[in-house]
């Protein structure tokens, strides 16, 4: 976070985003939800970048991956739900976003 929180140059938004992009695919869902407020700020931070570069498309897949870990069941909502079907919208992938609208969310 604290190495993000300032602007940063195109070239280091797109290493981030590499890096990032890496991070949210293959973290462990159990121990992103020990820490879960930091994760939802990296997650959101890397959705902030990949908006920057312009490029809604590489945030699609990674942003689902943390949706998924983030929550308990596919019952619940969580914060970064707007987050990732901001990026659906932006990429025209409709389907990928409406495979999370399906969901029956009851809290």
Not at 4 to 12: H, L, M, V, Y
Not at 23 to 37: D, G, K, N, P, W
């Amino acid at each position: 976070e604290a190495c993000t929180s300032g602007p940063i140059t195109n070239e280091q938004a797109r290493r981030l985003v590499f890096i990032l992009s890496r991070f949210l695919t293959c973290c462990v869902a159990h121990q992103i939800r020990l820490a879960s407020e930091k994760f939802i700020a990296v997650s959101k931070r890397f959705k902030d970048q990949v908006l920057m570069l312009e490029v809604p498309m590489r945030g699609v897949a990674p942003l689902l991956e943390a949706v998924k870990k983030l929550r308990s069941s596919s019952e619940h909502l969580t914060t970064l739900h707007p987050d990732f079907l901001q990026l659906c919208l932006l990429a025209k992938c409709y389907k990928t976003g409406l495979s999370i609208l399906e969901d029956d969310i009851f809290d």
